[in-house]
């Protein structure tokens, strides 16, 4: 696809977008609101809404900073409202130690109350300096429910004071919680900071970035660990008419033009989903960190991520019982041979000769990508520490057979001179 193609096919994806975001206005009503938004339309008896000031169609204010003024609105999820499978008043009771696994003991002890939960929507996926986060959200557990405050910057002019507003509201927080956000979201703002010549407020804060753990937890069973992506196989929440990441940046240089804010009111409420859901991520996925063994998973692969999570903590034997558990809830062939060679590894570390034998045995009766390493493991075994030539000769030609390498064919010259008691060569002198 050439520049010109490219162009053309950009334009009518923002052309169906902007379709799609004026139909969704001219539905607007009291009686059937855009999910909390657009509080400011009058009763449905007048005329069909045009577009207007972002001011006039989302309920927010004008807030005034010793750098400015900027926009500000907040968005309340009451504690009986459930986002897909989670419940909000589950927040306030998360345990407060909940981070301190996932985090690698960084963050100790800490109220979820004291937990800030960020996104940004922002003009570029690049970074640098001319990159700016138009839109920022920020998510916090209350009395009432989950609270979002998103502050927005009207035009390049309402950053500063935008960035002032941010740090007023984050010093009440001990850790921020984001999704990709130490690669991205983070280092944006602080860049964002510098550029207006103000210092950060995050140097105070521990950072927990819950894309890594959700990775590790469920990367070999979903496709991609997006937030979107994560919040329909996790939460099972379905957005229905959101606006796509990409055209978000678009959506805005539009409004900067024409200063038509109708088409920026599903902009603000893709934020507003994406921090509900990373607060409701964060109530289920350190929870598998914090307690391994008793988490609750549906899926054995799953089981697998924090198997191998534990065995790179050096907690061996956990490892080990989460491996086990998974094979017996079912894994898939690809995942299922290479579970049961790693079970048997941790078997051999941990000193438990007689079940990694036992292990590695079964691997080596059947037809699997592992059968010859099990033979070769075999064959370690019996030829050094049970001292049995003979046996371990058996595995080696067994493996020979299937997958014949140099490393093999020595194993087997130097095994058939000890079965048959012959010393080995050490080469001769001419003369003698």
Not at 9 to 16: F, V, Y
Not at 51 to 56: Q, V
């Amino acid at each position: 696809m050439d520049l010109r193609e490219q162009l053309e096919e950009l334009r009518a994806a923002i052309d169906r977008a902007s379709a799609r975001a004026d139909a969704r206005v001219a539905r607007a009503a009291p009686e059937a609101g855009f999910s909390g938004y657009y509080e400011k339309v009058v009763s449905p008896k007048t005329e069909p809404l045009r577009p207007s000031r972002l001011e006039d169609l989302i309920a927010g204010e004008i807030v005034e900073t010793a750098s400015g003024k900027h926009f500000e609105t907040t968005k309340l999820y009451p504690r009986h409202q459930r986002h897909g499978s989670y419940e909000i008043s589950d927040l306030e009771t998360l345990p407060h130690d909940l981070l301190h696994a996932l985090s690698d003991g960084a963050i100790g002890k800490v109220d979820p109350r004291k937990w800030a939960f960020l996104d940004t929507e922002t003009t570029g996926l690049a970074g640098g300096s001319g990159t700016c986060a138009f839109l920022i959200g920020l998510g916090s557990i209350e009395d009432e429910g989950f609270l979002v405050r998103q502050f927005f910057m009207r035009d390049h002019a309402d950053e500063a004071s935008a960035l002032d507003s941010l740090t007023k509201h984050l010093a009440r927080f001990e850790v921020l919680v984001t999704y990709n956000g130490k690669s991205y979201d983070q280092p944006l703002l602080e860049t964002r900071y510098t550029m207006c010549r103000k210092r950060h407020p995050f140097s105070k804060m521990e950072h927990l970035d819950l894309l890594y753990g959700a990775r590790r937890l469920f990367k070999l069973r979903l496709e991609n660990c997006r937030l979107v992506n994560l919040e329909t196989q996790i939460l099972g929440v379905e957005r229905h008419g959101d606006i796509p990441g990409e055209m978000i940046p678009y959506v805005y240089f539009e409004y900067l033009r024409t200063k038509r804010g109708h088409r920026l009111v599903p902009v603000f409420e893709h934020n507003v989903l994406d921090i509900v859901s990373l607060a409701c991520l964060t109530g289920v996925i350190p929870e598998a960190f914090r307690d391994p063994e008793n988490a609750r998973a549906r899926h054995g692969i799953d089981l697998l991520g924090l198997a191998r999570w534990l065995q790179v903590s050096g907690r061996l034997e956990e490892a080990h019982r989460l491996m086990r558990r998974a094979v017996d809830m079912g894994l898939p062939d690809s995942q299922l041979f290479r579970t049961l060679f790693e079970t048997g590894g941790l078997e051999k570390k941990l000193g438990w000769l007689d079940a990694s034998v036992a292990t590695f045995i079964d691997l080596s009766a059947s037809r699997n990508t592992y059968q010859v390493k099990a033979c070769e493991e075999l064959a370690k075994h019996y030829e050094h520490k049970e001292r049995n030539a003979h046996r371990a000769l058996e595995y080696v030609r067994a493996a020979r057979c299937l997958q014949d390498s140099e490393g093999l064919a020595a194993r087997q010259a130097r095994l058939e001179r000890k079965a048959s008691g012959t010393p080995k060569q050490r080469g001769f002198s001419l003369g003698q």
